[in-house]
């Protein structure tokens, strides 16, 4: 195969998708490439990795930049950063570990990550193989059953979080560094590449090359182009390209659940992401219970939830983030889980009035079960302002994983974690490619391009037939991704 190179001898890189895998693949290629990046973020790129700042202006000229949670550092989506148990992480944990000197990360503090669970049973989902949530199609079809515990019902354990990180401003502070050291990545923000007609096979089969456009904006034509989301949208982004092989692997289910041996399409699950701003007590205290209140020296960011089917993550952003912070206002982030998204699902950038009510009330009356509280301790005229997202394409659930021989390198780990149509000069990455989580999204990143820079992209890899769908236990115990 041979490139078409540009006036500086380098091949030309598109690639579809800013988050952390299409900006860590981008920094990767830059030495040897001229990556370019198209993003959707409104203000900044990062995916899941994204957050709020107080300096950000809303959206549309109706946007209250005076609001109370417009004054606060918020991660809406990923929370946590950790790294992954095994070896072929390595270079991923020399990364981190280069994030905490420049200080864009930090470990989260002794005790301040617990689980909450019930203290009436034998709660062991730190197991090997994790939960069973997203294993058995059966149990997962069982209805929410409200439980309402009392606070002697609730039982608040410590887990190490020696491998757990956050960002230090933000988790948005990961795809920001990512960009800062990456003077030769070119990226194009706020833009959305249509999965109708965005990106077209123009070129021939001795020389592949395609044209990336939206709304009638021609970029130009490039050598290689890489897809580094998933969902709907990459599924229809190449839908109509020669690249049959690639496309299959991208078409998509969204369920709670895979089966134990993997599925035979990639499984994303839905969560939703609910803010709010609560006054605290005239004492200063939590309105949320002593259980959470750092009385006892404990000063509690995140916790896993473990003893309400309706919620998987709890975060206290104003604890996490002192800038901004009011002593009078609590900021915290719950999560749900997939199975009560998918149960009230709606359209994922207009949700209805009368849905956003119901999600928020019935995540607050959760959250309230969950600490043993009272119902309608959290009311309304304690709420002073609230945001509800819905995260529709949210975490995969099975990773596709290569069975091939190595004939290049003997090695099966260092060609894993993405897929390459050397015939078609595309490529893609993600982390439902290797992990579920930021390091397997960096990683994926990272070895599509340290493929390309290396083989030039001349041998296919990663296609199917040689592969499967494995189901990650750890992203369908947690319902959130492989953060423990």
């Given at each position: 195969m041979t490139n078409t190179r540009n006036s500086k001898g380098k091949p030309t890189v598109a690639i579809i998708g800013g988050g952390i895998a299409g900006l860590s693949c981008a920094q990767h290629l830059q030495s040897a490439y001229h990556p370019t990046v198209f993003d959707t973020g409104r203000i900044r790129p990062g995916g899941r990795c994204s957050s709020r700042y107080p300096k950000d202006k809303p959206k549309g000229k109706k946007g209250n930049q005076d609001s109370v949670l417009s004054q606060y550092t918020i991660d809406h989506a990923a929370q946590i950063l950790s790294i992954p148990r095994g070896n072929e992480f390595g270079k991923f944990r020399m990364q981190v570990d280069r994030w905490v000197d420049a200080g864009v990360l930090k470990?989260?503090?002794k005790d301040s990550v617990?689980?909450?669970?019930?203290?009436?049973?034998n709660n062991n989902n730190n197991k090997k193989g994790g939960s069973k949530e997203g294993g058995n199609k059966k149990e997962n079809q069982e209805q929410v059953q409200p439980k309402r515990n009392t606070e002697s019902d609730v039982q608040i354990r410590s887990l190490n979080s020696n491998d757990m990180y956050y960002g230090t401003d933000g988790m948005g502070s990961i795809p920001l560094n990512i960009l800062n050291s990456s003077p030769d990545v070119k990226i194009h923000q706020d833009v959305w590449i249509s999965p109708g007609?965005?990106?077209?096979?123009?070129?021939?089969e001795n020389s592949p090359e395609w044209?990336?456009?939206t709304n009638g904006k021609k970029f130009g034509t490039y050598d290689h182009v890489v897809i580094a989301h998933n969902g709907k949208c990459a599924d229809r982004l190449m839908s109509k390209s020669p690249a049959k092989d690639l496309h299959s692997l991208l078409r998509v289910d969204?369920?709670?659940?895979?089966p134990n041996w993997g599925g035979k399409r990639m499984t994303l699950n839905s969560i939703y992401s609910l803010t709010i701003a609560l006054k605290r007590g005239e004492d200063g205290k939590s309105v949320l219970g002593s259980k959470?209140?750092?009385?006892k020296g404990k000063d509690i960011i995140t916790a896993f939830i473990k003893n309400e089917p309706t919620l998987k993550l709890l975060t206290n952003q104003s604890r996490k983030f002192s800038s901004g912070k009011n002593e009078k206002v609590e900021v915290i982030t719950i999560l749900s889980s997939a199975k009560f998204a998918k149960k009230y699902k709606g359209p994922q950038e207009n949700l209805p009035r009368k849905l956003e009510e119901d999600v928020t009330a019935l995540m607050l009356a959760a959250l309230e079960r969950s600490l043993g509280l009272k119902e309608e301790t959290v009311h309304e005229g304690l709420i002073m302002e609230r945001k509800l997202q819905l995260w529709g394409a949210a975490v995969p659930l099975n990773v596709w994983s290569v069975t091939e021989d190595d004939d290049t390198s003997g090695s099966q780990s260092k060609k894993?974690?993405?897929?390459?149509?050397?015939?078609?000069?595309?490529?893609v990455c993600g982390d439902w490619l290797l992990d579920p989580s930021v390091a397997g999204a960096w990683e994926s990143g990272r070895r599509l391009a340290n493929w390309l820079v290396e083989s030039d992209g001349e041998k296919?890899?990663?296609?199917?037939p040689n592969g499967e769908f494995r189901a990650s236990q750890a992203a369908s115990g947690s319902g959130i991704g492989n953060v423990r």
């Open positions: 470990n989260f503090p617990v689980e909450i669970v019930d203290a009436n049973r007609n965005g990106v077209k096979f123009v070129g021939t044209s990336v456009q969204f369920k709670p659940f895979v959470l209140n750092d009385d894993s974690g993405f897929i390459y149509d050397s015939d078609n000069a595309v490529g296919s890899i990663g296609l199917p």
